[in-house]
């Protein structure tokens, strides 16, 4: 296995790990069709075995203060994506890129990563593991067919919304419970980096 930057030419072999990866998470509807590029400079890098992407980590950093991470001072890092091929995992591969991409964000000046996550708590504990802290959380909803109806309006004559998702930063989502929607809590974790 090796970790390496990311190429042009891994771009099919990387949607499919991502959206492998994916399926089993709250996150399993979030299908990209392309990679993700970035307006800032970032840290692309992915795992390979026999020719396969099985791992990928997107960090976009900062070289102007707060410009790409929502909090937190100095220089940071924002991690898009982080994802292991299912059939790889917890072999140290989520590890390995992370570390790498430390090695390599050290030298940039940058001083932490931030990430956001869903409520999947064996992800979050992959980011415990990996010495990230939780710092805040804002809440997703999905709201499908008439659940929404009375909470989700237009001012479009004859527009219904049919489905919506929205972000709720308020404190009362129990408010929301007791239907058929999702709801997800949005983690914000942040990782300092320590001499
Ligand atoms: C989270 C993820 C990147 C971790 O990569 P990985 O290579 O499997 O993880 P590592 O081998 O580096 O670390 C393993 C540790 O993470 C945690 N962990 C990972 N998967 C776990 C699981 N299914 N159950 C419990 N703990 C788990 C544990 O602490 C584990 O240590 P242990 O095996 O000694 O108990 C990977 O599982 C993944 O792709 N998840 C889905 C994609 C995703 O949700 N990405 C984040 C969205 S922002």
């Known amino acids: ?14 949607v499919r790990c991502r959206v492998l990866a994916f399926l089993d998470t ?25 020719g396969q992407i099985i791992g990928l980590l997107d960090v976009e950093y900062e070289q102007v203060e ?4 929502s909090r937190g001072e100095g220089l940071g890092g924002m991690i898009w994506h982080i994802a292991v091929h299912p059939d790889y995992r917890r072999q140290g591969i989520g590890e390995k890129l ?20 869903r ?15 939780t710092v805040e959380s804002y809440y997703h909803l999905y709201f499908d067919g008439k659940e929404g ?6 001012s479009v004559p004859k527009l219904n919304v049919v489905h919506s998702f929205a972000h709720y930063t308020g404190d009362n989502i129990d408010q929301f419970r007791g239907t058929n929607q999702r709801i997800h809590e ?4 942040e990782k300092y980096f320590h001499a």
């Open 1 to 14: 296995m090796e970790i390496r930057e990311y190429r042009q030419t891994d771009e099919i072999g990387w």
């Open 66 to 69: 707060r410009s790409v991470c």
């Open 98 to 117: 992370l570390q790498e991409a430390v090695n390599r964000a050290i030298p940039l000046g940058l001083n932490r990563f931030e990430a956001w996550t």
């Open 186 to 189: 949005c983690v914000c974790f």
């Open 26 to 50: 709250a996150y399993f509807d979030n299908v990209l069709q392309r990679k993700e590029s970035y307006e800032n400079p970032s840290i692309e890098l992915v795992a390979v075995r026999d």
């Open 149 to 154: 109806e009375g909470i989700i309006s237009t």
């Open 119 to 133: 409520d999947n708590p064996w992800v979050q504990k992959w980011y415990e593991k990996m010495d990230f802290e």
